[in-house]
């Protein structure tokens, strides 16, 4: 089964600009939109991003997406405690013909 | 507003099944697919299978193929998760969660459920 490839951790300090990345391949990032979920302890999945770079409606500003060719990235700036939580990208993945999701990043905020 | 609410957990002996309940609200429910994903305890997200509400096909993850069932009763609003053969290593929080946009290639969105946790004791 497909996974895209997230690095298990990062971290940063209050107001600092953290950028976790995200790996795949021309089935599913090369061909497709990237997602990007916030994942806090104990709760569903919250939608931060959606078309590789768009946010909901809600999301701060903080948040942004981008992606080229297989790899896709978020970025967080200004970043506050309240932003400690797993991050997950995923993306549709034409040879599944469903998403396929990263293994998660833990972001710590030091 | 749109919810989904899931059924309560789950305990079931190794190879049962476990059937799980989502009621979406807020919505035309036929206008949007609902995905499964499942996250084992400490694990990352893993997407299980989803029906289109509309006309009821489904397309299952491979590694669910011959055990999972999805199935969705559009008069209900409801979709149904059935997974048979239950293993300890099915132990997880089962979650349903519509999909971002109507038409193809529609991951997940912003809309989930609470979760369901199934427990199968090893």
């Known amino acids: 089964q497909s996974v895209l490839t997230q690095p298990p951790s990062a971290s940063g300090t209050p107001g600092q600009r953290v950028t976790i990345s995200c790996s795949g391949s021309?089935?599913?990032?090369?061909?497709?939109?990237v997602y990007w979920y916030q994942q806090l302890p104990g709760t569903a999945p919250k939608l931060l991003i959606y078309?590789?770079?768009q946010r909901p409606s809600g999301v701060p500003d903080r948040f942004s997406g981008s992606k080229s060719d297989t790899s896709a990235s978020l970025a967080i700036s200004g970043l506050r405690s309240e932003d400690e939580a797993d991050y997950y990208c995923?993306?549709?993945?034409?040879?599944?013909?469903?998403?396929?999701f990263g293994g998660g990043t833990k972001l710590t905020v030091l | 507003q749109v919810h989904l609410v899931q059924s309560g957990a789950e305990v079931r002996e190794p190879g049962a099944s476990v059937k799980v309940s989502c009621k979406a609200s807020?919505?035309?429910?036929?206008?949007?697919?609902i995905h499964w994903v499942r996250q084992a305890p400490g694990q990352r997200l893993e997407w299980m299978g989803w029906?289109?509400?509309?006309?009821?096909?489904?397309e299952y993850s491979q590694k669910f193929q011959g055990r999972l069932t999805i199935t969705s009763d559009t008069s209900a609003s409801t979709a149904y998760m059935q997974l048979s053969s239950l293993r300890s290593e099915d132990t997880a929080l089962y979650y349903c969660?519509?999909?971002?946009?109507?038409?193809?290639?529609?991951?997940?969105?912003?809309?989930w459920g609470q979760g369901t946790l199934v427990t199968v004791p090893s």
């Open positions: 969660a519509r999909a971002y946009c109507s038409g193809n290639k529609c991951p997940c969105g912003g809309y």
């Open positions: 807020g919505y035309i429910f036929s206008g949007f697919a």
């Open positions: 029906i289109n509400a509309g006309d009821g096909s489904t």
């Open positions: 021309s089935s599913n990032i090369g061909s497709n939109y």
């Open positions: 078309k590789s770079d």
């Open positions: 995923a993306a549709w993945d034409d040879s599944l013909s469903g998403p396929v």
